[in-house]
Each structure stands twice: as structure tokens, then as C-alpha cells.
């Protein structure tokens, strides 16, 4: 079995003895029982990185091949979202081609579906000074979107929250937005945990009343919205507003610390999914999707709750460096073959809480290969001075 030294929090190193691989199967229908969205990162090109803080530079090969994964398993794609390192080091030119390089690449997959971002991260938030400037920016991107028959998450933004006086200009400028979508749309109520430059999302700090302002946006216009994501961290939240929803909307949860007790749910509902940690614990989420299809919520939670001690983890604050972890997690096991990120974001986790990742993955039985997980691993270790 593999071993490897890693580092303590005490300053000291212990010997750590991995568990067997990952039972998990590389392939899985898609869950018949609840809606799943991995919202996916995006493989830097190491040898394009001439200057990884200012030009992001995509391995567009690995990229794709990596949703072709996640399309095997099962999911949906939630495309050009956070995860992928939105207002973190890639730009919208690069969003840009994203979406149009996925949108292509599912039409050569049978099955496969996704929705794709749409926000105003184009638009410097300090230069918006008008509702006009974000509905502008807001346009050209869902524009563009559809030009490529995808269909719309609407993203938070930066923008809207600066320039917007109040509930009012919330409720004006999504309603425009909504009719004109081709299509049903996904709303996506992001936390300030995830995004410092979003506190006061909606025209309130405070939960209720912001919620009050989407609820309101939701019944008005029902007929166009398929669902909302909230990433709120906090499952009370999340319930309370779940079960306000009019019927025909449902709840995908962004809830990375709680998305097991969410979508297993209780007896008065539960949330679908639209997930960065969907990501990297996707053969074991898929697994315990067929679980709870089969009706063994015991199998279902057996295998998801230890994801969730990782994920608390790995979303902890700052929770918005937490695409550093998804890729570690995805270098780890082998589906690209170095840990370099768009904006140097590899650098923005040290190696106490990667190390302390290395251990929770294994003990959640995600590593395919050990062996390789651990020589990764210790390749790292060696870098930060840890033999």
C-alpha cells in the first residue's frame, strides 16, 4: 500500500498509510431521481503561462476531454461558472471561447447537456455607473450564448450590486434580462463568502428581505425560470426559501458544506444540485446518485457524507480560493498532468491545507490510483521543503 510523509499542523511530519483505490466506476447513467450540475474548472496550458497573473493561457484538450469525464458520469455541466476562475483569472474573451469550444464539443456527445454562464464580468465594476452599462454587458454575453444554442445561468454581479439603489433596480433589470432569454433560465444567488464584492446582493445585507426581492422576481416571471441556485452556505437558508418556490422552480443547491442533507432531503422536498465540488468527487457523487435512485439513502449518505468533511475543508475561508482545491484534487488523480492554474491560483492555499485535502480524499475513497496520487503528492511535498 502507498505511503507518504506529510506535513502536521504542529510543524512536525507523520508517515500516512493510504487506503485502497477508489471503488468508484468511471462511467454512470444520469440520476433519474434529482437534477445534477458539476460546475467545472478549466486546465491552465503550463506552457503558454508566460505571465500567469495578468494572461490566462488554456489547455483547451485537456479542458474538454475533462467534461467528457463528467459527461460519462452523469452530470450536467454548469459552464463558464466561478469554479472555472470567473473575475479570478479568466477573462471573458477566454469565458467567451469556453463556451463556444463546450457548446460544439456536446454536440458530439450523446446525452450531453449543460448551461453556461452569463454575467458582466467584462464590464469593470467601477466603471459601471448605470443600470444601462450592467444590462448592456449582461446582453452581450447572453447573446452570445445562445448564438451558440446554450442556455443561461445568470450569474451575480459585481457591477449590478454597486450601481443598484435598491430592490427595485434588482427586480427591473433581471426582468428585462428573463424575457428576453430564449429559453427557461437559472438564477444564481452567490454569497459574499464566495465573493466579498457581492454583500448586499438583492438591496439587502439581510436574508429576508433579500429573499423577499427574489421571490418576488421568481413569481413574476415562473413561466421562464427553471431554477435557482443559492450559494449561501447555511442549509436553513436554503430550506426556507426552497420551500417558498413556486411549483415548476425548483432548488439547485450551491450549498458546498451541506449538499448531501440537501439533496437527500426531507419529507416536505429537497434541492437538486449545481456544485463546484461536484467537480472532483464526481465518480462518488455519481455513485451515490444511483444509490438514492435505487431508494438506499443509507448507501447514498455512506458514500457522500465523508465528501462533505472534505468539502467543508476545502471551501473554507477565504472560501473563494477554493479552486485551487478542485484541481488539486483533479491533478492528484490524474486527469491532467500538472497543478497550474489560470492567475497563479495554485499558490493561493499552502501546503498544511492541501496536505490535510490529501488525507480527507483518501479517507472519502476518492484516488483511482494511490500510488500516483501519493507520488504527486510527495512531488509537492518536495517543493515546500518537506522530504
Not at 19 to 47: I, K, L, N
Not at 150 to 155: A, P, Q, S, V, Y
Not at 184 to 212: C, N, T
Not at 312 to 340: C, I, M
Request: a negative charge.
Amino acid at each position: 500500500m502507498a505511503q507518504i510523509t506529510l506535513p502536521k499542523a504542529d510543524g512536525g511530519t507523520e508517515r500516512y498509510l493510504l487506503a485502497p483505490a477508489s471503488r468508484f466506476a468511471p462511467v454512470h447513467a444520469p440520476s433519474r431521481t434529482r437534477t445534477v450540475f458539476a460546475a467545472a474548472h478549466v486546465v491552465a496550458d503550463p506552457r503558454k503561462l508566460n505571465e500567469p497573473w495578468r494572461v490566462p493561457a488554456l489547455d483547451w484538450d485537456a479542458t474538454l476531454a475533462f467534461r467528457r469525464h463528467l459527461w460519462g458520469l452523469g452530470f450536467k455541466i454548469a459552464e463558464a461558472m466561478d469554479t472555472s476562475q470567473r473575475g479570478q483569472g479568466l477573462d471573458w474573451s477566454n469565458a467567451a471561447e469556453l463556451i463556444a469550444r463546450v457548446l460544439a464539443e456536446a454536440k458530439t456527445v450523446p446525452g450531453a447537456d449543460l448551461a453556461c454562464g452569463a454575467g458582466t464580468d467584462q464590464l469593470d465594476a467601477n466603471a459601471a455607473t448605470t443600470l444601462d452599462d450592467v444590462i448592456r454587458a449582461y446582453e452581450e454575453q447572453i447573446a452570445h450564448v445562445e448564438k451558440h444554442g446554450g442556455k443561461i445561468i445568470l450569474m451575480a454581479s459585481r457591477a449590478l450590486c454597486r450601481v443598484a439603489k435598491g430592490p427595485d433596480d434588482y427586480l427591473a433589470v433581471y426582468g428585462r434580462l428573463i424575457g428576453q432569454c430564449r429559453g427557461k433560465v437559472i438564477l444564481h444567488w452567490l454569497g459574499e463568502m464566495f465573493d466579498p464584492a457581492l454583500a448586499g446582493y438583492w438591496g439587502s445585507r439581510d436574508f429576508e428581505p433579500a429573499m423577499q426581492t427574489v421571490l418576488t422576481l421568481i413569481r413574476e416571471h415562473a413561466a421562464k425560470i427553471d431554477g435557482i441556485k443559492i450559494s449561501l452556505l447555511d442549509a436553513g437558508k436554503e430550506i426556507t426559501m426552497r420551500r417558498r418556490l413556486p411549483e415548476g422552480v425548483v432548488m439547485y443547491t450551491g450549498d458546498d458544506f451541506n449538499y448531501a442533507e440537501l439533496i437527500g432531503g426531507d419529507e416536505q422536498g429537497f434541492s437538486h444540485g449545481l456544485l463546484g465540488i461536484f467537480d472532483p468527487i464526481a465518480p462518488a457523487a455519481a455513485a451515490a446518485f444511483a444509490c438514492l435512485d435505487a431508494g438506499d439513502r443509507q448507501g447514498f449518505h455512506a458514500i457522500l457524507d465523508p465528501t462533505v468533511t472534505l468539502a467543508r475543508r476545502l471551501f473554507e475561508a477565504p472560501t473563494q480560493y477554493y479552486k485551487s482545491g478542485v484541481v488539486f484534487l483533479v491533478w492528484l488523480n490524474g486527469f491532467q498532468d500538472h497543478f497550474r492554474m489560470v492567475g497563479g491560483a495554485e499558490s493561493a492555499r499552502g501546503i498544511l491545507h492541501y496536505a490535510d485535502l490529501f488525507r480527507l480524499a483518501d479517507q472519502a475513497g476518492l484516488f483511482a490510483d494511490p500510488e500516483r496520487a501519493a507520488m504527486r503528492m510527495g512531488h509537492l511535498c518536495a517543493l515546500n521543503g518537506i522530504a
